[in-house]
Nanobody, 124 residues
């Protein structure tokens, strides 16, 4: 069945950059390219926050907390989702997850497949 695997997390100093990757398996090219994909993060004791999503047309969304610093992108030929994170702050420290929407061709907001997560730690 479909699975997502994140990579690229690690420890960086404030002001630094990281690029996270999420590689999907079990999708055909046409199925993957039709999916709305997202990155979420969650710190201990805090609510999960969606930090970016991207649809099949490559339209994107960012909350104010990361806008101007994070960029979501996708390479459908590689079944891979990316999150470029620049100007990192200590408050960005969290476990980061990628997720795929259950729908085909549009963003329903119901996330049916999740990766295992990758830790991002930003020190001051």
């Amino acid at each position: 069945q479909v699975q997502l695997v994140e990579s690229g997390g690690g420890s960086v100093q404030a002001g630094g950059s990281l690029r996270l990757s999420c590689t999907a398996s079990g999708y055909s090219y046409s199925s993957y390219s039709s999916k709305c994909m997202a990155w979420f993060r969650q710190a201990p004791g805090e609510e999960r926050e969606r930090v970016a999503h991207i649809d099949k047309n490559r339209s994107t969304m960012y909350p104010d907390s990361v806008k101007g610093r994070f960029t979501i992108s996708r390479d459908n030929a590689k079944n891979t989702l990316y999150l470029q994170m620049n100007s990192l702050k200590p408050e960005d420290t969290a476990m980061y997850y990628c997720a795929a929407d259950r729908a085909n061709g549009y963003c329903s907001g119901s996330w049916s497949v999740w990766g295992q997560g990758t830790q991002v730690t930003v020190s001051s």
